[in-house]
Nanobody, 120 residues
Framework: QVQLVESGGGLVQAGGSLRLSCAPS????????MYWFRQAPGKEREFVAV????????YFADSVKGRFTISRGNAKNTVYLQMNNLKPEDTAVYYC?????????????WGQGTQVTVSQ
């Protein structure tokens, strides 16, 4: 079974940092574009960031631009989301996703999500 497995979530105070990781299980995604989405309680899932399969291109939601960075591991099979200067409004379940299309709103493969909670 193909899976994406997220880790690194947790509880952090406002202004703090967290790094989320996403690793595949069951196949490689080194030639896929990798995404992060998030879903806050009572809200729809929203796009956060994407990195191209080569790692040469990235794109961020305006709400996280300048605070979050996305990167791929050396084998390009793992993706990271470095989140700095976190705000309470960043509280959400964060999902890793993958697709061979860049900037799609409906990636084909998804992880189970990891909870990020930012306290005041």
């Amino acid at each position: 079974q193909v899976q994406l497995v997220e880790s690194g979530g947790g509880l952090v105070q406002a202004g703090g940092s967290l790094r989320l990781s996403c690793a595949p299980s069951g196949r490689t995604f080194s030639d896929y574009h990798m995404y992060w989405f998030r879903q806050a309680p009572g809200k729809e899932r929203e796009f956060v960031a994407v990195i191209s399969w080569s790692g040469s291109a990235t794109y961020f939601a305006d709400s996280v631009k300048g605070r979050f960075t996305i990167s791929r591991g050396n084998a390009k099979n793992t993706v990271y989301l470095q989140m700095n200067n976190l705000k309470p409004e960043d509280t959400a379940v964060y999902y890793c996703a993958a697709d061979d299309r860049y900037l799609t709103s409906r990636p084909a493969y998804w992880g189970q999500g990891t909870q990020v909670t930012v306290s005041q």
